[in-house]
């Protein structure tokens, strides 16, 4: 068994959570549990790779073997019951670059891309900086629970041309049932639409609940998909930089690689090959472990909420080690809300409006640090809102 409890100080290595939480919140000395990455260590079969290649001292041009993108293969049948092949894969520094990438690959100005909110905002943000339509597809949450608004999609879907699926889904924590992947598709191929769909939090998935991969659902929805997966938010490795598109049309992915090189991408860093590579193959016992400490730490969120704070409700993740919680109740702003947190809490996390329409009056907080951050931070949460 992992462990997972070991406090490992970050401050003063370059982590954007943790060194750079004053200049961008303005206050000082407050916990951070706003960017979405860990605190903890990647597994020991990674570290060891890593160091067994710094000892090698030389870190010239790297290519991408042909053993990584087996293991990628061999980690979606695994993991995921999806049969891939080794020449759908299309590698990037990133997920984020590689929706900026889909959108220039597969859209051109003007053209109407669906975002359903609320959501990770690079979705719109990229949207909008590459002079695209923006259309709205909000999200209903109904009973607590996230639903896509198929009604509403029908009407906007006309004329689009691309649309962001978050699969599972950020901030809210759905892992979408095969049968809503389903009539999603069924509507994107009606009207042409291709469907970029970012599965990086695909491994985080919580017992209960199941991962459908969308292009794993039939080979007509293959056609019309790019597939983003990454090991750096499963294995806590952002800092490598390396994603994986999954592109099984040869046009899309000719397309998609044609981008790429007008932008000058060729490869992954050195270590973002070997540490990618290393997770997919050896990191899986660690995950588990890993899986099974972050359920606890959502369970202890909801409780406390439940328990200290009962005008909030949390939106209980099905995926993701990361918790949306409604504040609505409260009535207050969003920089009402984040002020009290700074303020007086001394806590920093992600506020609600940042995610678009529907996020407002709601928070995200990360809970993928050891039990006693968590505690301290729900303490801290619990002295700003208490009295509210």
């Given at each position: 068994m992992y462990s997972f409890d070991d406090f490992i100080e970050r401050r003063n290595t370059y982590s954007v959570k943790?060194?750079?939480?004053?200049r961008i919140f303005g206050v000082k000395d407050v916990l951070p549990l706003w960017v979405a990455d860990m605190d903890f260590k990647a597994p020991a079969e990674v570290l060891e790779a890593l160091?067994?290649?710094?000892?090698?001292?030389v870190f010239g041009y790297t290519s991408i073997p042909a053993s990584l993108k087996q293991a990628v293969c061999d980690w979606m049948v695994n993991k995921h019951e999806w049969q891939i092949d080794s020449k759908w894969l299309s590698f990037s520094p990133g997920v984020v670059p590689a929706l900026a990438t889909a959108i220039q690959a597969f859209t051109s100005p003007g053209d109407k891309v669906i975002v359903q909110t609320p959501v990770y905002y690079p979705f719109f943000q990229l949207v909008e900086k590459n002079n695209r339509e923006l259309v709205l597809n909000p999200l209903q949450l109904i009973n607590?629970?996230?639903?896509?608004?198929f009604a509403d999609l029908k009407e906007k879907i006309k004329g689009a041309k691309l649309l962001l699926l978050c699969s599972p889904h950020n901030p809210g924590g759905r892992v979408w049932s095969k049968e809503e992947l389903t009539k999603l598709g069924e509507l994107c191929l009606e009207h042409n639409v291709i469907v970029v769909s970012d599965e990086i939090h695909s491994d985080l998935v919580f017992s209960g609940s199941r991962h459908t991969p969308f292009a794993s659902i039939s080979e007509e929805f293959a056609q019309i998909s790019?597939?983003?997966?990454?090991?750096?938010?499963?294995?806590?490795?952002a800092g490598l930089q390396s994603a994986i598109s999954i592109i099984p049309n040869r046009t899309l992915k000719k397309q998609f690689d044609s981008v790429q090189q007008r932008q000058g991408f060729f490869t992954l860093n050195t270590f973002a090959v070997v540490g990618t590579e290393a997770a997919y193959r050896h990191g899986n016992q660690w995950l588990n472990d890993l899986l099974k400490y972050l359920a606890e730490n959502v369970e202890f969120t909801c409780s406390f909420i439940e328990k200290h704070l009962p005008k909030l409700k949390v939106i209980k993740p099905e995926a993701t080690y990361l918790v949306w919680i409604d504040c609505r109740e409260l009535q207050k702003s969003d920089q009402e809300l984040k002020q009290l947190l700074l303020q007086k809490g001394k806590i920093a996390v992600e506020p609600g409006n940042k995610f678009g329409e529907g996020g407002t009056g709601f928070i995200r907080?990360?809970?993928?640090?050891?039990?006693?951050?968590l505690q301290e931070a729900l303490k801290r949460l619990a002295t700003a809102l208490g009295e509210l």
């Open positions: 943790w060194d750079e939480t004053e160091a067994k290649r710094v000892e090698h001292g607590g629970k996230y639903e896509m608004d790019v597939t983003c997966i990454a090991p750096t938010k499963t294995f806590n490795l907080l990360n809970v993928a640090c050891t039990r006693e951050t």
